[in-house]
């Protein structure tokens, strides 16, 4: 390392800076349920519904709350209620959102293309919608006049309504003069059984769904049904509507509304691809929409109320002292075992804390990241991993030191060295946070975001500290040769000149 | 100086000598033990899960007065064993009431009422529900699914990195600590909370850690097998191992320390037991992960590997070896990558417990380093350490050699 002074007013600059800025922001972490409570929100079904299909509206509702962010909420039954307690949202609005969604996902075919609701200059257009592209095998509406949407409350299942859609119905096409035709209209929900209108498919036919990236096509969302699911899908909802757009229809508003193509039918039913132009974050929502969509009972919020911490303060303060007197006993350890050189590990565990605390403070404001006691035990078992990036460092040192090489090639090497180890552990423990933090929802999901980020502040402030402060250290006459407490002492070779 | 005395200055100045594979079928009487001990306590007694697993019973009170401290609920339910249940007081915006929800494992319809009226000191009993499980069977699929992507995705980096060898002996490491912690979880009858998931996995990255830096010092000393006519695969190990031990003991003490403050801290204030069960599970795993680390992982290694063909073949050689006479320079044919194990595997075929001589067969080494790679292979010169004959390789061979 050629300017180890360079390094290291770096680091400290982009550390404090960072640091600085958050304080003078004002963020702090945000707390978890368990340490500082939140909002709770009651909900109630409105019809009666039994224990299995609420226990199905747990799920989904914890599905669809934890692809919102890192947030850890806490969804329970309770009885005939279903209370979710949601950390660090401060509005009930926010809250009653989140997860208020209650509407089953429904497919609906495409009849027509509107324009959007008192547009008049636009109304003569609809019979070139049903020409343009995308090809839309409809008829155009018969009344020029005003259709007004359709409110919520009229969105009957066997009734033709007109929607609102994320995407326009007919983009815009200037060089042809076409006009954008935003709102659908929709004929009545296919795959309905005549007889039984409660036995509509719906969301629940959709095993999974995932946005895929396929070159030449761009992003796809690729439909999996459940067993069931795909053969009604098929039979009831593709099948007539083959050649023309199918809507699908979630809280009155059109996610999406792709041609049913002639090979979807023959395709047998496992899985269907929705191709459009989509962009990825189109698609992922898509996805998400398809694959949580869909609540087995209407609920409706009874209460909004403020929670208070689980674990209740006097827990959380016993764990802070707790943690502060171990961190004490760690820093005495340290200076016991490794003399002078300890200073390195406690200046760089201090940096690495308050990096740590800045980035989460930053990441609580953006993305509503919440510390709960399983994310802080991350921070814990990461305050072990990076007090032994310093421990394999400075035994390696020793190493190097002991077979006679001067100092300045020792420290050379046994960087080199150790910084090997330490990467190939700290790998390791990235690679395991990543998959826990994909695959994993809940608290097992707070662990895994905050061991992976304590992990890779400790990868860099290892790189970028570590060593330059090392360096910087033995170059003090007086740190290096002291008696029984120098940097020389600490390397077991008190003899070793700078 | 006492033999303790004596041994920790032999672990300081890191020139200890224990036979750690030797004597492996100790350790794997122990681990043996445990984890029959522990497979005995889970079919025995089971484990204690808690109410994010199982459900239970909820009681609500609507307050009256001021509201009570989290500690004083949980007093009045201690005479129940359900001292660990949730709390939580819930404060309606609108009216401004509070209720305290109080959350416990299954009761009976009896018991239920008892606590009702323990609660009521409160204020007035609102409810009494059964609650579901906020940990579902759909939560621990996934976290089931999660793990098995991790173990796959963790194998394949250690046998991308190191080999898959060390990649199956960390693995069995792993899995031991798991066996071990979670039959501890159910000999002590420790509440099973999602806290306890973390501490399992928390385990479970400490363990690998700790595994990682003992293979990569493994693997750096495979530079050193046969070094003499007496050494095997085991040998190196061991030798490797010795090297690493004061790295490891540093490191268990620096992460029991916390979590020992932790533990004290918990029973002190009785009210902590969510934290002091969470970090109980913490402090076995941890003593246990590095206990595999040495005492499991790296004689798995040393087992597997003997096995191979060209290992075996330096065992027979060392059997035939030690039957002449016992340890004898094998000459230039030992070729060692760093300069640093050069000295351990000196030191070793030296005499054990003599500090090394600045020899000069290591500045050699460092020298034709420093020089860079066109640099002329320097004459092996015999030096005065350097009594069973190893030099060092120029660094093109060694550049090869890493790649």
């Not at chain 1, 974050?281 to 209460?303: H, I, K, N, W």
């Not at chain 2, 320079?329 to 050069?342: F, I």
Request: aromatic letters at 8%; glycine letters at 10%.
């Amino acid at each position: 390392m050629r300017r180890p002074g360079l390094f290291l007013v770096g680091t400290l600059v982009v550390v404090l800076g960072w640091f600085g800025v958050t304080l003078a922001l004002g963020n702090a972490p945000i707390l978890g349920l368990d340490l500082q409570g939140g909002i709770s929100v009651v909900l109630v079904p409105v019809d009666d519904a039994d224990t299995d299909t609420l226990d199905v509206a747990v799920d989904i509702i914890r599905n669809r709350v934890d692809a919102l962010g890192v947030a850890e909420p806490e969804i329970t039954r309770q009885g005939g209620r279903i209370i979710v307690d949601l950390p660090g949202v401060r509005e009930r609005d926010q809250a009653a959102a989140l997860v208020g969604q209650t509407a089953e996902l429904r497919f609906r075919p495409v009849v027509g293309c509107l324009p959007a609701e008192g547009d008049e200059s636009a109304t003569t257009t609809t019979t070139t919608a049903a020409a343009a592209e995308p090809p839309t095998d409809t008829t155009a509406p018969e009344e020029p006049t005003e259709v007004p949407t359709t409110p919520r409350s009229d969105d009957v299942v066997d009734q033709p309504v007109v929607l609102e859609g994320l995407e326009p119905c007919q983009p815009a096409d200037e060089s042809q003069g076409i006009p954008e035709l935003p709102r659908y209209e929709l004929g009545p929900t296919s795959g309905c059984v005549p007889d039984d209108l409660d036995q509509c498919v719906t969301g629940r036919a959709v095993d999974t769904a995932r946005s895929e990236f396929a070159t030449g096509q761009g992003y796809l969302v690729t439909v999996d049904f459940t067993g069931d699911g795909g053969t009604a899908f098929i039979e009831r909802v593709a099948t007539p509507n083959v050649n023309q757009r199918v809507a699908i229809v979630l809280d009155g508003i059109v996610q999406s509304a792709p041609v049913i193509q002639p090979d979807v039918v023959s395709g047998g039913g496992g899985s269907v691809q929705i191709s459009g132009d989509f962009n990825e974050s189109q698609a992922s929502d898509l996805a998400t929409v398809l694959r949580f969509g869909a609540l087995p009972v209407e609920l409706e919020t009874e209460t909004i109320q403020n929670v208070s911490p689980t674990l209740g303060n006097d827990q959380l303060r016993a764990g802070i002292a707790a943690g502060i007197i171990g961190l004490l006993l760690v820093a005495g350890y340290m200076l016991l075992y490794y003399r002078a050189l300890a200073l390195v590990a406690i200046a760089g565990l201090v940096l690495t804390g308050i990096w740590i605390y800045a980035v989460v403070a930053y990441l609580g404001d953006t993305i509503g990241l919440t510390l709960t006691l399983a994310g802080a035990t991350g921070l814990i078992v990461s305050i072990g991993i990076t007090v032994d990036s310093y421990v394999v460092y400075f035994e390696r040192l020793k190493d190097e030191v002991r077979t006679g090489k001067t100092l300045r090639s020792s420290l050379q090497r046994g960087f080199q060295r150790s910084f090997r180890t330490i990467l190939a552990g700290d790998v390791a423990a990235l690679i395991g946070a990543g998959v826990l933090y994909w695959l994993a929802i809940g608290s097992v999901r707070g662990f895994a975001f905050f061991l992976g980020i304590a992990t890779l502040l400790d990868l860099i402030i290892t790189f970028f500290f570590m060593h330059p402060m090392t360096i910087f250290l033995t170059r003090s006459r007086r740190l290096m040769t002291a008696r029984r407490i120098g940097v020389a002492a600490a390397l077991d070779r008190p003899e070793l000149e700078a | 100086m006492s033999r303790f005395g004596t041994a920790l200055r032999d672990l300081y100045h890191e020139r200890t000598n224990y036979q750690f594979i030797e004597r492996s079928w100790r350790w794997a009487v122990l681990s043996g033990v445990l984890i029959a001990i522990s497979f005995g306590a889970l079919a025995i007694r089971g484990l204690n899960f808690g109410i994010d697993f199982t459900g239970g019973t909820a009681w609500e009170v609507q307050v009256e007065g001021d509201r009570p401290s989290t500690n004083a609920v949980r007093d009045a339910l201690r005479p129940f064993g359900i001292a660990d249940a949730k709390i939580s007081f819930r404060e309606d915006r609108g009216s401004g009431s509070t209720t305290l929800l109080v959350q416990a494992t299954e009761h009976e319809g009896e018991e239920r009422r008892d606590v009702a009226g323990s609660l009521e000191e409160f204020g007035t009993i609102q409810a009494i529900s059964e609650v579901g499980p906020t940990w579902g069977e759909s939560v621990s699929r996934q976290a089931w699914r999660a793990l098995v992507a991790f173990f796959v995705a963790i194998g394949i980096y250690l046998a991308l990195r190191f080999e898959w060898r060390m990649s199956a002996a960390a693995l069995v490491a792993v899995f031991h600590d798991i066996i071990i912690t979670v039959g501890a979880y159910a000999i002590l009858g420790a509440q099973v909370a999602p806290a306890t998931i973390i501490a399992f996995l928390t385990i479970l990255g400490f363990s690998l850690y700790d595994t990682v830096v003992v293979f990569d010092k493994v693997k750096e000393y495979e530079e050193t097998l046969g070094a003499e006519r007496t050494d095997t695969y085991s040998d190196m190990v061991n030798r490797a191992l010795n090297r690493v031990l004061s790295r490891s003991l540093n490191t268990t003490l620096t992460s029991v320390l916390p979590i020992l403050s932790i533990m004290i801290v918990g029973v002190w204030y009785l009210g902590a037991v969510a934290l002091s069960d969470f970090a109980l599970a913490l402090l076995v795993g941890v003593v246990v992960g590095t206990y595999s680390s040495l005492f499991v992982a790296a004689p798995v290694l040393a087992w597997i590997n003997e096995r191979r063909p060209k290992h075996r073949a330096l065992r027979e050689r060392s059997a035939g070896g030690r039957g002449r006479g016992g340890r004898q320079p094998v000459g230039v044919r030992a070729g060692v990558e760093d300069v640093g194990a050069l000295a351990a595997a000196e030191r070793e075929a030296v005499a054990d417990r003599i500090e090394p001589q600045p020899d000069v067969g290591a500045d050699v080494g460092a020298e034709a380093e420093a020089r860079g790679p066109s640099a002329p292979t320097p004459s092996p010169k015999p030096s005065p350490a350097s009594t069973s004959g190893i030099t060092p390789r120029p660094r093109r061979q060694r550049r090869r050699k890493r790649r």
